[in-house]
């Protein structure tokens, strides 16, 4: 889970959340009820909804670039920035001085952003090699975010989407749970199963698992 405690999932965000919800749901044979109650319990995520969105979120990016022109710094590896000066056929030092990259204590690079040396003013000139703080956004922001840590990227024109997603399934095991417990008995012993055999991985391989069964899944649909 992304928090160490629960705090409910509110004010204007969760509003706008619930609301693109109620549109995408058929209301007439949902409760209004479990759909608020599932918004509101986005305070805190499982694990296996975080892997789900990191999965969503490289479906649905809209490539809007909004994250590229942001004045926020990006924090690159230095294996990353090596691995772009060969993508763009180029000098690891020369990069470096392009985009005025400076060290950090960790030993990663931090690269100003006003505007990024790597977006072209249409699109991420980088984008197979972007680093993976690029990568992880905005699902990153939205655990952070949800934790009280930072703000919630509305920016990002997909952050509402990632949410609703995560709402209406919640609400619709909730309506499944009401109507038919014994089908749900019968998924919670397969989640039972699919813990033990997760327990053997460590945090990183769980959610490269998880991921890549939830993208699986999507390809197929």
Do not use: W
């Not at 959340?17 to 058929?26: Q, S």
């Not at 949410?163 to 499944?176: D, N, S, T």
């Not at 813990?195 to 069964?213: D, E, F, H, V």
Request: net charge positive; with cysteine.
């Amino acid at each position: 889970m992304q928090v160490e405690g629960f705090k409910p999932f509110s004010g204007p965000d969760a509003i706008r959340v619930y609301r693109k919800a109620r549109e995408r749901l058929n209301m007439e044979n949902m409760k209004d009820d479990d759909l608020l109650n599932a918004v509101s319990s986005l305070g805190i995520l499982l694990e296996t909804e975080i892997a789900l969105m990191y999965a969503l979120q490289d479906q649905i990016c809209t490539k809007c670039g909004n994250c590229c022109t942001d004045n926020k710094s990006l924090r690159v590896q230095k294996t990353e920035l090596k691995q772009v000066a060969e993508y763009k056929k180029t000098s690891y030092k020369k990069i470096k001085k392009e985009t005025h990259s400076r060290p950090r204590r960790d030993g990663s690079m931090r690269i100003s952003r006003r505007p990024c040396p790597f977006h072209d003013g249409e699109q991420c000139t980088i984008y197979p090699l972007r680093p993976a703080e690029c990568r992880s956004y905005p699902v990153s922001e939205l655990l952070k975010s949800l934790g009280g840590k930072t703000t919630y990227p509305e920016d990002c024109e997909i952050s509402d989407d990632l949410l609703v997603e995560i709402a209406i399934k919640r609400a619709l095991e909730e309506k499944m749970n009401r109507e038919n417990p014994d089908l749900m008995k019968e998924l919670t012993e397969k989640k039972k199963q699919e813990l033990q055999k997760l327990s053997g991985m460590n945090q990183n391989q769980r959610l490269a698992y998880l991921t890549q069964r939830y993208q699986n899944t999507l390809n197929r649909d």
